[in-house]
């Protein structure tokens, strides 16, 4: 089996546990914190693509993934502190704030 193929899958396999998880209320996810970590897909795919054993590979994409698992907490945590109503809170604020500009202009 071809690593990129086993990559492909996992990341399939990967969005769609955590988006199933997230919509049952299992646990709490947001895509917009993860959307922030996305460098962290350039590193798993360059480690997908090193010309290393599997074994080395396997090692290596457990601790980007720990890694990756602990800075969405952090950013996670940074969200809540900057809009502790939600993203519903966020939109209205950026709402509010458009609608002062806009009526500024006039």
């Known amino acids: ?19 199933l ?10 895509w917009r914190v993860a959307l922030r970590l996305w460098p962290m ?5 360059g480690i997908a693509i090193l010309p290393v054993k599997d074994w080395l590979k ?11 698992v602990l800075l969405y907490r952090n950013e996670a945590r940074k969200e809540v502190e900057r809009h502790p109503s ?8 950026w709402w509010d704030d458009f ?4 009526f500024d202009i006039f």
Request: glycine share 8%; hydrophobic share 60%; charged share 15%.
């Open 1 to 19: 089996m071809k690593s990129r193929n086993l990559f492909a899958g996992l990341v399939i396999l990967f969005v769609g546990v955590v988006s």
């Open 21 to 30: 998880l997230a919509s049952v209320d299992v646990i709490d996810f947001s």
């Open 41 to 45: 897909l350039l590193i798993f795919i």
């Open 58 to 68: 396997t090692v290596l994409l457990l601790a980007a993934l720990a890694i990756s």
């Open 86 to 93: 939600g993203w519903y809170g966020s939109v209205r604020q």
């Open 99 to 102: 609608d002062d500009d806009i």
